[in-house]
Structures are given as structure tokens and as C-alpha cells.
């Protein structure tokens, strides 16, 4: 086992800016926990940037002065050694010393491929109270059995996503005047199309179509499907991942109906509700509720589904139509857990839930929208004592009032507008 290979800064006492690329709004609100006891977990899809916001982290701590030698990286993504070994062997031939008599920070890339891991990190940590762990997981890996348990108290949790559309804007170096937005109405329409293909994925910004199809399906689809999942759970049909992906691809929004699903595909309902599980788990699918107030009515209710990226809808579903991509760009985007469909049919994209605020969102992408269009809105308004409602649109803007109740018509590509409605709630 070579540490020096995945430690280049022993010797040359910096991070090659190769590795380090461009820091992300994320990087500072991380930074702070730095030098806090807890270990940081960054959890998200692959090819997000977790371990380039690993490098950054190093080379901030090296340029705190920071021994190199006192930073430890490793990667279990393609190397099956123990964690006990990786420490034994740098304590004895960099370190020098017993990492618990010194200030050392260790980085575990793809935590998840270590076997036990949840344990065997807990511990590391509470055997070294000098300790400043650092770990990724390509996976939801929090919710692996008995993993808060185990390390309660002893992790901060960051979810390290796709870039967002501002971010995007600024890696392409668009310049946009956020307050003036109808003035840049063709940059920002021209840009969402682009984003929506690339789904914020860092190393895609700039590929080609062909290239594209071909990284989405090699470097993320495939390689989690066929390799990640099956490794982590055993899985004797690796492919009904894939077919269960395009199903949802093809129709986002999908109504889970295990039984429909179990006769279309010739698979158990329990083989088809824990693959969808195991695609949840791999960060590939969204589920949103049927909203009520009561949490537990919206368990039992209705779901639908949403691939979580539109480069994923995009890849395996290449004649998407834009409406279905703007709606599952705006699930994705405000990490909806709500959507609505009463008895009487009447259903609402997305019901936003934030901490102090409820917020109904329909989402129709079509040339004209009147009054027939915002009947639901007026009616869950007045059912759940609400005041405003949000219709995003493809041109329309205005303003719909009723009494004292107000919808308010954005269109989509007014991303900011679109924000500050939803923060002003």
C-alpha cells in the first residue's frame, strides 16, 4: 500500500491546483468546522465535487500551517485495505508517532466501501480526541442501518449537491444582473436549456452532446447501478435498476403503484419497493408525499417519483419534453417533499414546506394561463388559511387576486424572482 500516492503534499507541501479546481458557495459554511471535535460527513451523488471540496479543505489547512505530514488522505473507492492497517502504517512510516499524541486530520473518500465502517470510525474518533476526521459518501450512507445511532452526537452532515443554477452561471462566467432579469431573458432561457442537460454536474459543463451521453451513462449511471449498488447490497437483479431509472426517466412525476410495476416488470411488489429503495439510497430518485398535515396520513398516501437530476431524465429519456423538465428541475432544485392529489382530483406540482412556511407551487409551461389554471391554488388556500400562492410559467407574469388571497405568475426562467417569492413567504 502507497499512502504517497494519494498524499502528494508529503513531499511537494502543497495541493496541486489540479485537484483543488474551483470553490463552490458551500466551501465557506464548511471552512467554520474546520477545527470543531465532530466529524464532517459530505454525502452526494458521484462526480459532484465531494472529493475536490476534500482537496480544498487541505489545502486550506496547509495554508494554516498545517504540517503536511499530519494530513492523511485515502480513497476506498477502488482499494480494499483496513482501517486499522492505513492508520498503523502512517503512524508508522510518516507520522512517526501515535496519532493520538498529535493534531492530525484524516480524510476517508467513498467511506462506504469500508466494511463495518460506522464502528470502526466511531472508534477512531473516540479513541483519539485529537482526532479531526473528514469522510464522503457517494450515497445517502446516513441511512444505512444504525449509523446515527452508532455516531450520534459525533458528525456535522453536509449533503453536497449538483451545482444550482446561479453557481452554474458563474462556473460559465455568464454575467447576469439579477434585478433586471427581462433584459437577459434570452442568456437566462438559452442557459437553463444548457443547464438542464448538464444538470450542474461540474465536469459536464462543457461537454457535447455525444460526450455527455456517454459520461452519464459510463461515469454515473453504470458505474453506481452495476457496481456501487450491488457491492453495497448484494443484488441479484442489478438491471431492474436501470429499467426501474428509464421508467421514471420517461414519466417524471411517476405515481408509485408497486402493484402496476410488479406486473409490468414480472417482479415481486417487496423485490420492486426495495429496489426503489436502493435508488433513493444512491441519491438517483426523488420521492415526493401526497401532502397533509398530519406526517402520518402522507406516509400512507399516494408518492410519486422523480429521477434526481434532469441530466438523468435527459440521458435516458433524450425526447423529454421541456414542461416535464421544468417541473422536475423545480422538485429537484427546491428539494420538494410534497406534492398534492385530493379524492376530487385536484393536484399541485409541489406543496413547499419550509420551517415557517407553506407555500403552494403549480408549474404550467404552456403559451397563455388564466383563472381555470389557478382554481386548486385559490381552493388549498382557503382550506389550509394560506394567503399566497406561486404559479411558475413559461411567459405569463402576473398577478391573480381572489379576496384577500393572491397568486402570484412568475416565469421560469426568472430564477431570482422565483427565489425571492419563495424566501418573502
Request: without cysteine; proline residues 4%; glycine residues 4%.
Amino acid at each position: 500500500m502507497d499512502l504517497q500516492d494519494f498524499n502528494p503534499w508529503w513531499k511537494t507541501g502543497k495541493v496541486s491546483p489540479e485537484f483543488t479546481g474551483r470553490k463552490r458557495k458551500i466551501f465557506d459554511e464548511i471552512a467554520r468546522y474546520i477545527d470543531k471535535r465532530q466529524i464532517v460527513l459530505f454525502t452526494g451523488l458521484r462526480r459532484v465535487g465531494k472529493t475536490t471540496l476534500m482537496y480544498q479543505i487541505i489545502e486550506e489547512l496547509i495554508k494554516r500551517n498545517t504540517a503536511p505530514y499530519h494530513i492523511l488522505y485515502f480513497s476506498f473507492d477502488e482499494m480494499r485495505y483496513g482501517l486499522e492497517e492505513i492508520i498503523k502504517q502512517y503512524e508508522t512510516d510518516i507520522l512517526q508517532n501515535d496519532i493520538s499524541k498529535k493534531k492530525v486530520y484524516i480524510f476517508l473518500d467513498e467511506i462506504q466501501k469500508l466494511d463495518g465502517w460506522p464502528s470502526k470510525v466511531k472508534l477512531l474518533y473516540d479513541s483519539n480526541p485529537k482526532l479531526k476526521i473528514f469522510m464522503t459518501g457517494s450515497a445517502q450512507i446516513t441511512m444505512w442501518q444504525g449509523t446515527r445511532e452508532s455516531l450520534a452526537g459525533r458528525f456535522f452532515d453536509f449533503i453536497i449537491k449538483t451545482l444550482d443554477f446561479e453557481e452554474y452561471l458563474d462556473f460559465k462566467e455568464v454575467v447576469i444582473d439579477k434585478r433586471r432579469e427581462k433584459i437577459f431573458e434570452k442568456d437566462l432561457k438559452r442557459n437553463m436549456a444548457m443547464f438542464l442537460k448538464t444538470g450542474g454536474f461540474i465536469e459536464a459543463l462543457d461537454m457535447d452532446d455525444p460526450v455527455l451521453r456517454k459520461y452519464l451513462k459510463e461515469s454515473l449511471l453504470e458505474r453506481v447501478i452495476f457496481v456501487d449498488i450491488p457491492q453495497t447490497f448484494k443484488l441479484d437483479l442489478p438491471e431492474l435498476l436501470m429499467k426501474l431509472l428509464t421508467i421514471t426517466a420517461s414519466r417524471p412525476g411517476l405515481y408509485l403503484d408497486y402493484k402496476n410495476l410488479s406486473n409490468d416488470l414480472n417482479v415481486d411488489q417487496r423485490t420492486i419497493a426495495n429496489y426503489i429503495s436502493y435508488l433513493e439510497y444512491a441519491l438517483f430518485l426523488q420521492k415526493l408525499y401526497n401532502y397533509s398535515r398530519n406526517l402520518l396520513t402522507s406516509e400512507k398516501k399516494v408518492k410519486k417519483l422523480y429521477p434526481s437530476s434532469t441530466a438523468f431524465t435527459l440521458g435516458l429519456n433524450p425526447q423529454a419534453d421541456l414542461p416535464s423538465l421544468l417541473e422536475q428541475f423545480f422538485v429537484n432544485s427546491l428539494d420538494a417533499k410534497f406534492f398534492l392529489k385530493t379524492p376530487q382530483k385536484e393536484e399541485i406540482d409541489i406543496i413547499y414546506a419550509g420551517e415557517k412556511i407553506i407555500l403552494p407551487i403549480e408549474i404550467k409551461i404552456r403559451a397563455k394561463v388564466g383563472r381555470e389554471d389557478v382554481k386548486t391554488l385559490y381552493k388549498f388556500l382557503e382550506r389550509n388559511n394560506l394567503k399566497r400562492a406561486l404559479l411558475i410559467t413559461l411567459d405569463t407574469e402576473t398577478k391573480f387576486e381572489k379576496d384577500s388571497l393572491v397568486i402570484d405568475a412568475i416565469p421560469y426562467w426568472k430564477y431570482w424572482s422565483i427565489r425571492d417569492r419563495i424566501k418573502s413567504q
